[in-house]
């Protein structure tokens, strides 16, 4: 017997969402693995998910049949290799201007002043992208050009996340940002924040920096979290655990 038509809508809906919730489930499932977790069990999964164990086991077998999960001898699960195909996937159709510039378009638009991403070439760095300050008088640095790697929070950064040794840049390290003025040039100033990918491999230095006329320490300090945000906003779409970088971003507002 059909059902009336409003019956057979509120069994499509109810399907839809069921649908819906079950794959939200799974999701939860695979983002209850971090970088650190090697293989999780399922009491492991449960208290970190909020999901009944029945669940799990039930939404476990689809993930199993999609090679998503991994059933090991001692019962444990780990990340299955669907998703290392996915990640190779994403990583090959990820151009990085498209996310780098909207986010980069933000944060100047936020402060007003110029924007920059920087990367390492040996011993110097080299500006990648950059967006102009809306202010007339602004820190001019064009893309393609080359700066030194030991001065200005671009280049401090850059060096501190290659493994530099001693103070700043045990204390960068710490907070994952770099404050300068007049560390490059006298009359410019700006903060610093590192961008990394996959397997926490440094990509570049996001800098936010003007004319010191305008932007002072004081400045700067307001817009360390603003950028560690967007650090932590580029490190994400690249495919990389960003939770260090979201840290650092709720202490900045403490930090001197």
């Known amino acids: 017997m059909d059902l009336p038509a409003n019956s057979a ?8 969402a069921d649908g819906v919730a079950a794959l939200d489930r799974a999701i939860a499932i695979l983002d209850a693995f971090t970088t650190v977790d090697r293989s999780l069990s399922l009491a492991e999964i ?33 990340v299955g290799p669907a998703a290392f ?8 159709s990820v151009v990085a201007v498209d996310i780098l510039l909207p986010i980069m378009r933000e944060l100047s638009e936020r402060s007003w002043e110029s924007v920059a991403f920087y990367v390492r070439s040996g011993d110097v760095r080299t500006c990648l992208y ?11 640095i064009r893309e ?13 950064v850059l060096a501190a996340f290659s493994g530099q040794q001693g103070e700043p840049y045990e204390t960068i390290r710490k907070t994952c940002n770099c404050l300068a003025v007049g560390d490059r040039d006298p009359e410019t100033a700006g903060v610093s924040a590192p961008v990394f990918g996959p397997g926490h491999v440094l990509l570049g230095a996001l800098t936010l920096a003007g004319p010191s006329t305008r932007v002072d320490a004081a400045f700067l300090q307001r817009m360390k979290r603003p950028l560690l945000e967007a650090a932590a906003r580029a490190t994400r779409a690249f495919g990389e655990d960003a939770s260090m970088l979201e840290q650092a971003s709720l202490a900045a507002d403490a930090l001197p």
Not at 9 to 15: L, P, T
Not at 85 to 92: D, I, S, T
């Open 85 to 92: 195909r996915l990640g190779a996937l994403y990583q090959r």
């Open 144 to 156: 393609g050009d080359v700066l030194p790697l030991l001065a200005g929070s671009g280049g401090r």
């Open 130 to 140: 950059r967006v102009e300050s809306k202010h007339p008088i602004r820190y001019t």
């Open 46 to 78: 449960a208290g970190r998910t909020g999901l009944y164990k029945s669940t799990i086991l039930r939404l476990a077998n689809s993930l199993l049949r999609g090679q998503l999960l991994e059933r090991l001898d001692d019962g444990r699960y780990r």
């Open 9 to 16: 809508d509120v069994e499509i809906r109810r399907a839809s």
